[in-house]
């Protein structure tokens, strides 16, 4: 994977933040939806924790367990990560969902975390590109307690992050083209991907 991948993801980001903002799984689809084709998690029960029991389910999708630096490392290459809890994780009602964007990552006290990110039903906890420790709670991202999952992209989209970010500065809405950036992969090679 490129930097450009990882460029475009954090553009998309950006760019489907305002109007996705009010929901983590609503979020993730718009962004997700340029990067896989068919699009990924579009069920109507697909809220946190449905998509999270998926990824962990899934032969697509690599578990980087619970470690920020592997998500760092990932979403730099290009990769597209995703962070989760559950709502039973959070003692919560809702499970939450944030995109990892490929930044360095940031201190949470003495931690490394990773940035991603994040719409969310709490005003509070929506975040564009700001420490996973500002969308969930501190003390559990600082205990490495959230879970990451990192796939290689199938599409992404055609006119480069740049221009589509000035496109968005300037109000101008475009509707996203995509482009095939893999051949699919066997089954053979995303088990092996499933193993790292």
């Known amino acids: 994977m490129t930097s ?11 760019v489907k933040f305002n109007d996705n903002q009010n929901d ?3 979020f993730l689809k718009a962004v997700a939806a ?39 490392r990932d979403a730099k290459a290009g990769k597209f990560v995703i962070a989760g809890m559950t709502s039973t994780e ?3 009602n809702h499970g939450h969902l944030a995109v990892v964007v490929g930044d360095s990552g940031q201190n949470s006290g003495t931690t490394l975390v990773p940035i991603c990110y994040a719409g969310s039903l709490n005003a509070i906890a929506r975040v564009q590109r700001k420490r996973v420790s500002a969308t969930f709670p ?5 205990d490495g307690k959230i879970e990451y999952f990192s796939r290689t ?21 475009v ?8 051949a699919s992969t ?3 090679t995303k088990k092996a991907q499933k193993k790292k």
């Open 4 to 14: 450009e991948t990882s460029d475009q993801i954090i553009a998309e980001c950006a």
């Open 90 to 92: 959070l003692g919560s």
């Open 34 to 72: 340029s990067f896989f084709d068919p699009d990924l998690f579009s069920g109507p029960c697909m809220n946190a924790d449905a998509i999270i029991a998926e990824l962990q389910s899934s032969n697509d999708w690599t578990s980087l367990r619970k470690s920020h630096r592997n998500a760092i």
């Open 24 to 26: 983590c799984n609503q």
């Open 175 to 182: 509707e996203t083209e995509l482009k095939k950036i893999k």
């Open 186 to 188: 066997t089954s053979k």
């Open 153 to 173: 992209a199938d599409t992404e989209p055609s006119v480069n992050s740049t221009s589509r970010l000035v496109d968005f500065v300037r109000g101008l809405r």
């Open 138 to 142: 501190a003390s559990l991202a600082r």
